[in-house]
């Protein structure tokens, strides 16, 4: 059968409907071989895997091509509301097997690379995941624009293509070293360049003053510099609807390939800067995940995205001489934190500089295009941006944010007459330390919604972040929990789980997930659980496999698999959870409990530092210094061990996420802003110890308190000991089990006798412990043994695993997407 809708063939089909090969064994080895011969010009006796990679991803873009090019036909003609998400970040993850699960061609090209004689697991191996992002934003996104492509919602994702995205990960003597992710250097199958769609971008210069033609004095930019944003299109496959979305990142390009000028002088190193220069743009992305900056190169990132972004669809996405004023029928702009909100002012600019509208129509228009996604609560992640740097890079926008400011400010001086400080206290611009802008306020008073991303964080981004804005327009606010998709998460990292599931429900859930709640009964069925149960250690073996082959790491094949997985973060605890591990290992050898009275388990750690964040890296350092220590000591050998492969990833996610028995979703309260892997691991069924933070407020709703290991302070305790003057020391004296374990780290046990070598991870918890791990060890501890009291029954573990499952449906991202669809995009 045909792949895509056959429908009838309008003007843009004048050629005739773009077919796809057959779905048959035989048209793919054809159509395989056809590229590989004429495409990557081999033969196969003599290919590299290399090349039958590339010709095996473009043999499966073939088949999804028909779907795309409907799709634009269908979304230029319909005239239906386009999302239009603007995200610096797309985490993506591998896209071969993604396509040949959308495509439903896993077994036929299985079939059919054996009968080329090729591995087709190799073929998968060979691809460097996209990387474009830090981690759950950038994962988010990724989720969304797939949702969206399934329930076939016209959506563009507007992004950067980072030459170089998130660094490889490596160790040397223990310590984080980063290699640049060149995931380019091999071909990149998946995208498709659109040079003859270039955008140029403007920046620098001033602006002046002038007097149009009806009389009115106007403002302009005169801008100094400029690059040009070149499309890369990439299918984002809907889940075997034959929809095919768009996401669309730009690459920064000189404007010409040298100043001529320059060039004749003879001093082509000047001119080669120049270019350089240009390109830095779309080089590399920052690597700080929820801690900006505030560098100028990031600021020409977001505008640049931005820019093009807007420009691509007003001026080559809407039809010829649409009326702008109808702007937001046809488009929301869905800010994915603050990363791309300077497409505020620039809708402005765009609607008043370009297109003649008066001030007050165009501000009307912009607020009905855009809403915004907060997705933090930490201070020093909220971006601000130097009011000098801004005006220097964008001198214009900077005269229109003051503006829009002034306008805003002059209305809430209406409704509150005389109260000076609320009106200081909601001013976009910030004077201290110095003149600065700051975007959440932008974004909130440019955007027709705000939302949270869990239902805790909604409500303390109401009421600690934003609490002048939320009392000032009640209706504006929201929330949207996040979600992931099921596709990924679940149906290609767990085939083994999906057939299972399937088998007793149907495959309807990958596309519906609440119907994961028909497996509620079988949670008391010996003989699912037992099959259950069997899914968890195939998962396992297939994990230790990969960890043996890509790392060298040996585990144990019975052992409780504890795993944390997530970036390196003070208020995400990793400290907290070694403090666990230490804790355990020094009852065994101080003899307080005997080996064989504890329950083995494995602990596994993934998680990547930003580079210039010291506190993170002395912490992966010395977690690597106890996993070497721990799993050379014969006295607590194949009870305890510990993995923390390097580069953990979205490839490796889908690894180890259907493989862990228990998830560690530990941050102190409050902080938090939802966490998504807390999702992942309960869909496939781990159990989780967590804090009541994030998303885990509402997993333990759906799951039930009797299948999930609360411990902690919730975040109004956190915030009364704080004010109260937290003293980390006070636990040390008066914790016997605590003080040891300390005492065991502090003492150069892990670091062969160097006790500075840990001093400062451990300086800090006793001194500052910012985010409260000393004052949640002893819950901490207490719950750790309510875990291994419920491992130790089988029946009892797996019995609450399944049910994690039944219950989690809420998480898919195809409810998300149905969530802003309803309550934010009235699409
Ligand atoms: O966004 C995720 C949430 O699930 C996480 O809780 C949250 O920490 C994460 C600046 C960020 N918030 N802020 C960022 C990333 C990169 C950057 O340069 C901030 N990431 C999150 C999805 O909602």
């Known amino acids: 059968?045909?792949?895509?809708?056959?429908?009838?063939?309008?003007?843009?089909?004048?050629?005739?409907?773009?077919?796809?090969?057959?779905?048959?064994?035989?048209?793919?080895?054809?159509?395989?071989?056809?590229?590989?011969?004429?495409?990557?010009?081999?033969?196969?006796?003599?290919?590299?895997?290399?090349?039958?990679?590339?010709?095996?991803?473009?043999?499966?873009?073939?088949?999804?091509?028909?779907?795309?090019?409907?799709?634009?036909?269908?979304?230029?003609?319909?005239?239906?509301?386009?999302?239009?998400?603007?995200?610096?970040?797309?985490?993506?993850?591998?896209?071969?097997?993604?396509?040949?699960?959308?495509?439903?061609?896993?077994?036929?090209?299985?079939?059919?690379?054996?009968?080329?004689?090729?591995?087709?697991?190799?073929?998968?191996?060979?691809?460097?995941?996209?990387?474009?992002?830090?981690?759950?934003?950038?994962?988010?996104?990724?989720?969304?624009?797939?949702?969206?492509?399934?329930?076939?919602?016209?959506?563009?994702?507007?992004?950067?293509?980072?030459?170089?995205?998130?660094?490889?990960?490596?160790?040397?003597?223990?310590?984080?070293?980063?290699?640049?992710?060149?995931?380019?250097?091999?071909?990149?199958?998946?995208?498709?360049?659109?040079?003859?769609?270039?955008?140029?971008?403007?920046?620098?210069?001033?602006?002046?003053?002038?007097?149009?033609?009806?009389?009115?004095?106007?403002?302009?930019?005169?801008?100094?510099?400029?690059?040009?944003?070149?499309?890369?299109?990439?299918?984002?496959?809907?889940?075997?609807?034959?929809?095919?979305?768009?996401?669309?990142?730009?690459?920064?390009?000189?404007?010409?390939?040298?100043?001529?000028?320059?060039?004749?002088?003879?001093?082509?190193?000047?001119?080669?800067?120049?270019?350089?220069?240009?390109?830095?743009?779309?080089?590399?992305?920052?690597?700080?995940?929820?801690?900006?900056?505030?560098?100028?190169?990031?600021?020409?990132?977001?505008?640049?995205?931005?820019?093009?972004?807007?420009?691509?669809?007003?001026?080559?996405?809407?039809?010829?001489?649409?009326?702008?004023?109808?702007?937001?029928?046809?488009?929301?702009?869905?800010?994915?934190?603050?990363?791309?909100?300077?497409?505020?002012?620039?809708?402005?600019?765009?609607?008043?500089?370009?297109?003649?509208?008066?001030?007050?129509?165009?501000?009307?228009?912009?607020?009905?295009?855009?809403?915004?996604?907060?997705?933090?609560?930490?201070?020093?992640?909220?971006?601000?941006?130097?009011?000098?740097?801004?005006?220097?890079?964008?001198?214009?926008?900077?005269?229109?944010?003051?503006?829009?400011?002034?306008?805003?400010?002059?209305?809430?001086?209406?409704?509150?007459?005389?109260?000076?400080?609320?009106?200081?206290?909601?001013?976009?611009?910030?004077?201290?330390?110095?003149?600065?802008?700051?975007?959440?306020?932008?974004?909130?008073?440019?955007?027709?919604?705000?939302?949270?991303?869990?239902?805790?964080?909604?409500?303390?981004?109401?009421?600690?972040?934003?609490?002048?804005?939320?009392q000032y327009w009640t209706e504006k606010f929201t929330n949207v929990t996040n979600g992931i998709t099921p596709r990924r998460f679940v149906f290609l990292a767990n085939r083994r789980l999906s057939d299972l599931i399937t088998d007793k429900i149907g495959s309807g859930w990958v596309t519906d997930l609440e119907r994961l709640r028909d497996l509620e009964p079988y949670a008391d069925d010996a003989d699912f659980r037992a099959e259950f149960a069997a899914v968890k250690q195939a998962n396992k073996e297939r994990l230790f496999k990969v960890l043996q082959a890509r790392d060298g790491i040996e585990l144990p094949e019975h052992a409780m698999l504890d795993v944390m997985v997530k970036r390196l973060h003070e208020y995400k605890r990793q400290s907290l959870k070694l403090l666990h591990i230490v804790s355990t290992y020094e009852s065994i050898i101080s003899g307080r409990m005997r080996a064989e009275d504890a329950v083995p388990r494995t602990f596994v750690f993934g998680a990547k530092a930003a580079p210039g964040y010291h506190m993170a890296k002395e912490t992966i350092f010395l977690i690597n210094s106890v996993a070497a220590t721990i799993n050379a000591d014969e006295r607590v050998k194949d009870v305890l061990s510990v993995a923390f492969p390097a580069n953990y990833n979205v490839t490796l996610a889908e690894k180890l996420i259907p493989a862990a028995d228990l998830s560690e979703q530990i941050s102190l309260a409050g902080k938090e802003a939802s966490g998504t892997g807390n999702m992942k691991f309960a869909l496939n069924g781990a159990l989780t110890i967590g804090t009541d933070d994030g998303a885990n407020v509402e997993i333990r709703q759906l799951v039930g308190d009797d299948n999930f290991f609360l411990f902690g302070m919730t975040e109004p305790e956190v915030e009364q000991l704080r004010a109260e003057g937290y003293q980390p020391t006070s636990y040390y004296r008066s914790n016997d089990r605590l003080r040891a374990t300390i005492d065991l780290l502090a003492g150069g046990h892990f670091t062969r006798g160097d006790r500075a070598a840990s001093a400062q991870v451990v300086d800090n918890l006793l001194t500052q412990d910012p985010f409260m791990a000393l004052a949640d060890f002893q819950g901490y501890l207490d719950a750790q043994d309510r875990v291994d009291a419920v491992y130790r029954d089988t029946d009892a573990w797996t019995r609450s695993a399944i049910l994690n499952v039944a219950r989690s449906g809420f998480f898919s991202s195809d409810r998300s997407m149905r969530d802003y669809l309803d309550r934010i995009w009235n699409a």
Not at 103 to 112: M, P, V, Y
Not at 403 to 415: A, D, G, Q, S, Y
Request: with cysteine; glycine share 6%.
């Open 1 to 470: 059968h045909r792949i895509g809708p056959t429908m009838p063939m309008s003007s843009e089909r004048a050629s005739g409907p773009v077919e796809a090969p057959d779905k048959t064994v035989e048209e793919f080895v054809a159509a395989f071989l056809n590229e590989l011969n004429f495409g990557q010009g081999v033969l196969l006796s003599r290919s590299t895997i290399n090349d039958q990679y590339l010709a095996l991803a473009r043999t499966v873009r073939q088949y999804l091509m028909a779907g795309w090019l409907e799709t634009g036909v269908q979304r230029r003609e319909s005239g239906r509301k386009t999302i239009g998400y603007l995200s610096a970040e797309y985490l993506l993850g591998r896209q071969l097997s993604n396509a040949l699960l959308a495509t439903d061609l896993q077994d036929i090209a299985d079939e059919a690379m054996k009968q080329c004689g090729i591995d087709i697991a190799a073929l998968r191996a060979q691809e460097i995941e996209p990387g474009l992002g830090n981690g759950g934003l950038g994962r988010l996104a990724a989720c969304f624009v797939d949702s969206l492509a399934t329930m076939d919602v016209p959506c563009i994702g507007y992004g950067i293509r980072y030459e170089y995205g998130i660094f490889r990960q490596t160790f040397e003597d223990n310590r984080q070293v980063e290699v640049p992710d060149s995931w380019l250097s091999l071909g990149s199958p998946w995208e498709f360049p659109h040079p003859e769609r270039q955008v140029r971008v403007d920046f620098g210069g001033r602006t002046e003053t002038y007097t149009d033609d009806q009389g009115r004095e106007r403002s302009r930019w005169i801008p100094d510099w400029n690059v040009l944003g070149i499309p890369y299109h990439h299918m984002v496959p809907g889940f075997r609807n034959g929809t095919v979305n768009t996401l669309r990142l730009w690459s920064a390009k000189a404007t010409q390939a040298f100043d001529l000028q320059i060039f004749n002088s003879g001093d082509y190193a000047a001119a080669v800067r120049a270019q350089t220069f240009a390109e830095n743009i779309s080089k590399v992305l920052y690597p700080e995940d929820s801690t900006p900056q505030g560098k100028e190169l990031r600021l020409q990132q977001q505008y640049f995205f931005v820019a093009c972004s807007l420009h691509d669809f007003i001026q080559n996405t809407l039809p010829q001489d649409f009326d702008l004023r109808r702007l937001p029928e046809r488009i929301i702009f869905q800010l994915n934190d603050t990363h791309p909100v300077i497409a505020i002012p620039e809708l402005m600019r765009i609607l008043v500089d370009r297109k003649g509208f008066d001030w007050d129509e165009a501000w009307d228009i912009t607020r009905q295009c855009f809403a915004y996604t907060c997705h933090t609560l930490l201070p020093e992640a909220l971006e601000v941006w130097s009011a000098e740097l801004l005006g220097r890079l964008l001198p214009r926008h900077l005269e229109i944010i003051y503006r829009i400011n002034k306008e805003f400010l002059e209305e809430v001086r209406e409704t509150f007459p005389g109260d000076e400080m609320r009106i200081r206290s909601m001013s976009i611009i910030a004077e201290h330390p110095e003149r600065s802008v700051r975007m959440a306020y932008l974004a909130t008073i440019g955007s027709s919604k705000v939302n949270g991303v869990a239902e805790l964080h909604s409500q303390l981004l109401r009421d600690k972040v934003l609490p002048e804005f939320s």
